[in-house]
DNA sequence: TTGTAGGCGTTATCAG
DNA sequence: CTGATAACGCCTACAA
């Protein structure tokens, strides 16, 4: 198998007999190009099956057709739909997506998020949270003038820089569905009270009840940290003691699953004696038993959004980026694990 | 805030000075170099925070200190693994990883790839199974000239071109601890036939047991695909016979998964009429009630070797990376799904 | 041990 | 509408 050398843009111009500088045009899509001279490129083109090189261009344009992704994730389930939701607007485009997992807590998260940045020289960056509530990041983008949209639970940037998912609004949403089950005795886990989004969903939760009347009992909030094992833990406190709610939602599926874990343990049946919801719809659950009721965020949708903000940021289209819609409403997926109050 | 222009290795030569060759010489460690001019470059690059730009060194050196990572992944458990395994090598040697999701199955796959890597001048390539297992594809990426690794279940390439996590020595291991529970009616729920990972986890299964004694009836042993909603199906076929086995090994955690759905509808228990155990030990596993028996695999281990290897063979050290390990052992991790036979 | 000069493949300036 | 020509930042024969 010979190795050929890759075409240049010299090939091509050489070839249709035009200057390099006329293919650039053509490549690029300038407009002041005749019609004749183009097509001639074009088919030169096809024919030596010639594509741009991306370092040339970017030595020279000072731009790298490189977007990057910085998330946290410990629970790793969004990242195989996000990657492909990013993928799938900007592949087509010409942009390749480049990696970085990080820690959340950790003390030069800033400073290397910035290392990674400029070293590969991103065209734009996308974070996920709880990575993207972070300030002092998004002032870090900001000052490296670069492209940047963040994911959250809450509009805590510009819309061009943001597309959040209404977890508040889902939460409500879940609050009704628990008050028309008829469940006044009702628990709420918390997630880590860092996180943006566990403040959405409590509150939202908090409010979907009031309308109804109903008022979360202090101590029956009971604070999580979106780990299973936590969720086994507060699933304990809260169905051990003395008077038990008829129903608990959860910061996230994790901790549910941890519920249902513990009320089998103490015999309690879900849904029939306990209901209990979650957060996030991941692979979990669908498939425990009972399966839970939980909530699902749009999670490709938002990568879609983000991806398509950002490229128009890159290329200028600044008024185009903030009129991409910069808000997407979770849904609600009702399984088993909730039932009529009996 | 200013943005400064990066300083580039012009300014360090100057300033330093000395030519650009020198500085470029210490910058790519070479040892032809006195110790004083050294150092006094060393400290001009440390005030200027000068970092080499990786456009330019590519286009010149052609090379982009860029990893790929090709997977398909429906499960997309591994990923974020994979992922900082990759990351945690190659990132302090100047790497970066560009993610390539795509599909097993289609048809223009491998140009697809191709593209990718040639756009994108990788400098190597990690391909996850089961597209590792891909002929075409290991071709292509051979003629491409280019360093890559592949994760699979068997050695279908030379040491310097793979890791392998041994599925079938794991299963083997299982079927010996199911026999010394003291099954004996077992039965096997296969992952896609076109899948390596498959053959050798059913092939390692019946060799475990032979060790024993046991043959796998063949009535027992279903065609599944590693899919939630087929391991039911399978497992209703297994179920509901005249006549029931008293262990089901699944070729995954989902199906088994499937298999505890199944079993908790026709009140069958688990682990006490019928032991359940599956493959990959994913966040199911140890979620579901019953927990499952299952096989974990070092993941993050097969990463970092995978990544070391390439990273010798781009650095031209082929000696190195055939050296690596090339073989990781999974290994059975137990839960409350599995039990002895009364 | 160090420096000179040319090239890598594009984009962009500025004339024509 | 088109074409020389100079960047872009770094590497590398080839010299000295």
Redesign the pocket.
């Known amino acids: 198998m010979i190795k050929m050398?890759?075409a240049?843009?010299?090939d091509v111009a050489r070839i249709a007999g035009?200057?390099?500088?006329?293919v650039?045009?053509v490549?690029?899509g300038s407009?002041?190009?005749?019609e004749?001279?183009r097509t001639k490129i074009q088919n030169v083109i096809n024919d030596l099956k010639y594509s741009?090189?991306t370092q040339?261009?970017g030595?020279?344009?000072s731009r790298s057709y490189l977007l990057g992704l910085i998330y946290d994730n410990p629970d790793a389930l969004y990242l195989d739909d996000v990657q492909r939701g990013v993928l799938e607007v900007c592949s087509n485009l010409g942009y390749e997506l480049v990696v970085h997992p990080c820690r959340y807590k950790s003390e030069t998260l800033v400073q290397d998020c910035l290392r990674f940045i400029s070293r590969s020289k991103l065209d734009g960056i996308i974070v996920l949270p709880p990575v993207s509530e972070l300030e002092d990041l998004a002032q870090a983008l900001r000052d490296s003038g670069r492209a940047y949209v963040r994911l959250s639970s809450v509009a805590l940037d510009d819309a061009k820089h943001i597309v959040v998912s209404d977890d508040r609004a889902a939460s409500a949403e879940m609050a009704r569905y628990f008050a028309q089950l008829g469940h006044e005795h009702i628990a709420f886990i918390t997630g880590p009270q860092a996180y943006k989004s566990s403040i959405e969903r409590m509150e939202g939760f908090k409010l979907g009840l009031s309308a109804y009347g109903i008022k979360l009992r202090s101590d029956w909030i009971v604070e999580g940290n979106n780990s299973y094992e936590k969720g086994i833990e507060c699933a304990r406190q809260l169905l051990l003691a003395s008077e038990r709610p008829t129903a608990i939602y959860a910061n996230n599926d994790q901790m549910a699953a941890g519920v249902l874990k513990v009320a089998h343990e103490l015999g309690i049946q879900v849904p029939q004696q306990l209901s209990v919801a979650g957060f996030d719809d991941n692979m979990l659950a669908s498939r425990v038993i009972p399966s839970l009721t939980t909530i699902r965020r749009p999670v490709r949708q938002m990568a879609l959004l983000a991806t398509t903000k950002m490229i128009m940021s890159i290329e200028n289209n600044d008024k185009g980026a903030e009129n991409v819609a910069a808000k997407v409403a979770p849904t609600l997926v009702v399984r088993e694990s909730t039932a009529k109050l009996t």
């Open positions: 050398k890759q240049t843009i010299n035009v200057s390099k500088r006329t650039s045009r490549l690029n407009l002041s190009v005749g004749n001279t741009p090189n040339a261009r030595l020279a344009s």
